[in-house]
């Protein structure tokens, strides 16, 4: 198996190391890089990228932010490790607002 799909949260494809929580608030939040995308089955590395699960209401923020064009399959880009290191840097109202402002971000306004 390629080593940027070995472990899987839902269905995003990760590799070891591209997992982290941070808690904002009440809320857990599980940020990871996707090396694909599982659809039921169908294995999609184009659909790779950062994405954003509430563990506390088990739902999804967001995925594919900063999405590789060449895909996954081989793990997070350089700029992938840099842009989640960012977002875990970000304090609780610069981490809100990425999420709300996220064009793929699907929470209720």
Known sequence: M???IKNHIGPYLYADGALRRRKVGKTT????IAGAYNA???IGPEHNGIFVLDDT???VVLDRHCENPSGGYFGP????????ERIMN????GF???????PRNRLSA
């Open 57 to 59: 209401h088990k739902r």
């Open 77 to 84: 880009s350089k700029d992938q490790w840099r842009e989640l």
């Open 2 to 4: 390629s080593d940027g």
């Open 90 to 93: 970000e304090g609780p109202k």
């Open 29 to 32: 939040y599980i940020i990871g």
């Open 40 to 42: 039921f089955g169908l």
């Open 96 to 102: 809100k607002d990425f999420i709300t402002s996220h």
